[in-house]
């Protein structure tokens, strides 16, 4: 299959979301500070820079 030059990346991008530290699963991977602030910050920076 041929997919846009803008959904190239997307399976790529779904699983680096996954292993995140904001949306790891399980209270023992993160702490609910470090949780939030990994969130804040994927929210905040622009594509280029995550």
Known sequence: ???PESL?????YG???CKSTAL???YAHAQLDE???AGFTMM???VKKC
């Open 15 to 17: 699983l680096s979301l």
């Open 24 to 26: 790891r699963g399980g």
């Open 1 to 3: 299959m041929i997919y």
């Open 8 to 12: 190239k990346y997307l399976p790529l």
């Open 44 to 46: 905040a920076l622009p």
């Open 35 to 37: 949780r939030c602030a």
